[in-house]
């Protein structure tokens, strides 16, 4: 059996950026998990000392002496907190990201209302809305969110990183019906799409799939959910969970990984494919 590796797959520049500022960072302390791999987290403990805490609230200065952002980036009010305490701050927030928090706090400066289009409790959006300087924020999903809110004529609109931009489109096409200056940044990052049609692409020609990631990644599901349109899928996290049965007569395997899968874990992932289809090889010629 072939193996194939989608052309774009795993960790995105953010990702791979944070994970080597953290390795750089030893005996630290990131708030709330680095990324959402578990075997990598239990990685970055084992060699580098680097734990996860669940809150600001933990953040004790005499035990805690430095503390890593994570890509999504925290609440403006976060930071300056841990800066009073005085700890070291590593700050792996993805570049991405920084971008909406600096346009929202420019375009709240200059007095526009600021739409986000986003989910209002993911970690990002709450980082990103923090930065405004006046309390006319609306995060929203949808433009009927909007409906009935008294507007200002100057909008600036920018969006989540991860959100599609078909949907962004719909948002800033109903605000042009609203405003008289709307100012659109698109904020969206591609890394997450290159990786689905890198997916789409493979799964159309592959007869099984192998998505590796964690069963809490939102992206890796996704990946998986892509593949399963077209083709025999399944989600690992780990080797064990490989099963034989999955491989026999298969001609091409396709494998791809969610944005916080480290390429250890697809190599090894891969390595024991090798060996199932080979020992399965010797069994049927046995
Ligand atoms: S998905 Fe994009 S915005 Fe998010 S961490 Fe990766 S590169 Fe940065």
New binding site residues.
Partial sequence: MEIEKARSYG?????KR?VEMAENSPNGYTLGPLIHNPLEIDRLKRLYNVHPLSSIEEVDPQKVKRVIIR??GIPKRDLEKLQKLGVEIVDAT????KKPQEIVEKMSREGYDIVIFGDKNHP?IKGVRSYALHDRVFVVLKPEELEGVPLKERIAVVAQ??RKVDQFQEIVDYLIRRGKEIRVFNTI????FENQEAVRELAQRADVMVIIGGKNSS?TRQLYTIARNYTDAYLVEEKGELNPNWFKGKKLCGISAG?STPEWLVDQIIGEIQKITQTDKLETKG
């Fill in positions: 960790f995105c520049f953010g990702v944070a890509t999504h993805c570049p991405f990201v990002e990183t991860t990052c591609n890394a997450t992206n944005a």
